[in-house]
């Protein structure tokens, strides 16, 4: 099953616009896409995931999993992300064992959303 791994290219990260300049989101965006994807894993830009003090953020989702979303994350973190990713999309709730996920997975943490219980909502 394929996951996604939402990056927020507008995350300016606390630094000032430079015109002409990519923000940190940007930045962050290009690192990922100059390494392969990792199986089961779809990247895919988005315009804000709302953690501007947070920036640059990612979110991880995927169907009847949990979402999660991170921090602080910086082009040099692309591979170390990827690693994380992987791991991700290996599991199937999206839950990776603490000491197995990758450390700025277990550092950068912002927000661990439950999946939608919409399906066992309509049952009743």
């Given at each position: 099953?394929?996951?996604?791994?939402?990056?927020?290219?507008?995350?300016?990260?606390?630094?000032?616009?430079?015109?002409?300049?990519?923000?940190?989101?940007?930045?962050?965006?290009?690192?990922?896409?100059?390494?392969?994807?990792?199986?089961g894993?779809?990247?895919?830009?988005v315009?804000?995931?709302?953690?501007?003090?947070?920036?640059?953020?990612?979110?991880?989702?995927?169907?009847?999993?949990?979402?999660?979303?991170?921090?602080?994350?910086?082009?040099?973190?692309?591979?170390?992300?990827?690693?994380?990713?992987?791991?991700?999309?290996?599991?199937?709730?999206?839950?990776v064992?603490?000491?197995?996920?990758?450390?700025?997975?277990?550092?950068?943490?912002?927000?661990?959303?439950?999946?939608?219980?919409?399906?066992?909502?309509?049952?009743?």
């Amino acid at each position: 099953m394929t996951v996604t791994l939402h990056v927020c290219i507008t995350c300016r990260a606390g630094e000032p616009v430079v015109d002409g300049q990519p923000v940190p989101g940007q930045r962050l965006m290009a690192a990922l896409l100059r390494h392969p994807d990792p199986a089961g894993v779809v990247i895919r830009p988005v315009e804000c995931l709302s953690a501007c003090s947070n920036g640059a953020a990612i979110a991880l989702s995927g169907p009847d999993r949990w979402t999660y979303v991170y921090g602080r994350m910086e082009a040099q973190d692309a591979a170390e992300i990827l690693q994380g990713a992987s791991a991700y999309a290996a599991t199937p709730d999206g839950i990776v064992p603490w000491r197995e996920r990758s450390p700025i997975f277990r550092k950068r943490s912002i927000a661990r959303i439950p999946p939608p219980l919409a399906s066992r909502l309509d049952e009743s």
